[in-house]
């Protein structure tokens, strides 16, 4: 299984940006998938989920700015991002699990499987 992000880059305060994950090795709709992400010196944190119903959960810092999203036909996870702030600046990783899907523990880091590399956001002020 492999997960590939992309689509990161450098943004100003209030712009947009989307960010991919490609999943090979899996079929995604069977899938529950994840974005965290890490800032330097901070540990990761979580961003989104949706479950392999599509039902979608957000943390609070990001909740009515990112919009997580996928495409089953392309075996592909989306974050789309606006409203940006330089806090939001950090590596954003996707991940994968094929756990029956719970909310409380979608947030972990631990109850997914596996990880992306990473893609670099940065928002400049």
């Known amino acids: 299984v492999q997960l590939q992000a992309c689509g990161g880059g450098l943004v100003q305060t209030g712009g947009s940006l989307r960010v991919s994950c490609v999943v090979s090795?899996?079929?995604?709709?069977?899938?529950?998938m994840g974005w965290f992400r890490q800032a330097p010196g901070k540990a990761r944190e979580f961003v989104s989920s949706i479950s392999q119903s599509g039902i979608t959960y957000y943390a609070d810092s990001v909740k009515g700015r990112f919009t997580i999203s996928r495409d089953n036909a392309k075996n592909t996870v989306y974050l789309q991002m606006n409203s940006l702030k330089a806090d939001d600046t950090a590596v954003y990783y996707c991940t994968s699990s094929a756990k029956i899907f719970t909310q409380p523990a979608a947030r972990l880091p631990g109850w997914y499987d596996y990880w992306g590399q990473g893609t670099q956001v940065t928002v400049s002020s």
């Open positions: 090795g899996r079929t995604a709709s069977r899938t529950a």
